[in-house]
C-alpha cells in the first residue's frame, strides 16, 4: 500500500511539476536547432558590427599613411617606394574587406540549414564558414605584417633621409 502511495505521488509530480512550471511564467525548452539558430544570428550581429570596426581603423591607417606621403612628398623627399607599397596595402585591404563580407554571408546562410534535419548538409556549410573565418584571420595577420615589416621600414627610411637632409 505504501508503495503505491509513492508511486502515484511520484507520477503526480511528474505530471504536475511542468504545467506548474509553465504556470509560474517558465518557458519550456526550445528544441535545439532554435537555440543554434539564435545563437547564430546573435554571431552574425556580432561580426557585422566588427566589419565596420575593422574596415575603418584600415581606412583611417590608409588616410593617415597617404597625407603622409603626401606631406614628405611636398617635401621633396623619395616618397615613390612608400607609394607603391601603400598601394599593395591597400589592395590587401581591400581583400581583406571582401573576404570578411563573403565569411559574414556565410555565417547568416548558415543559419538557415540548422533546421533542415540534415546534418551533413548544415556541417558542410558551418566548416564552408569556419574556412571562410580562417582567411579572414590570415589576411588581418597578413595585413599587420606587411606594416610592420614593410611600411615602417619604408617610414624609418624616409626618417634617415630627413636626417640627413639636415
Known sequence: MFKKYLSSIFLLTLFISPVVAQEKGK???????EIIQTRIQNRH???????????????????????ISTVLNDKGFDTSKLEVDIDSMDKL?????????????????????VCDGSSNKFGNFLGLSKDKLEATIQDRKQIKEFYTSVIREDLKDLREQAREAN
Open 27 to 33: 518557458e519550456p525548452m526550445q528544441p535545439r536547432c
Open 93 to 113: 585591404v581591400q581583400t581583406h574587406a571582401s573576404k570578411y563580407v563573403e565569411f559574414v554571408d556565410s555565417v547568416s546562410n548558415l543559419s538557415g540549414h
Open 45 to 67: 550581429v556580432k561580426f557585422e558590427e566588427n566589419k565596420g570596426k575593422y574596415i575603418e581603423s584600415y581606412k583611417k591607417l590608409m588616410f593617415r599613411l597617404n597625407s
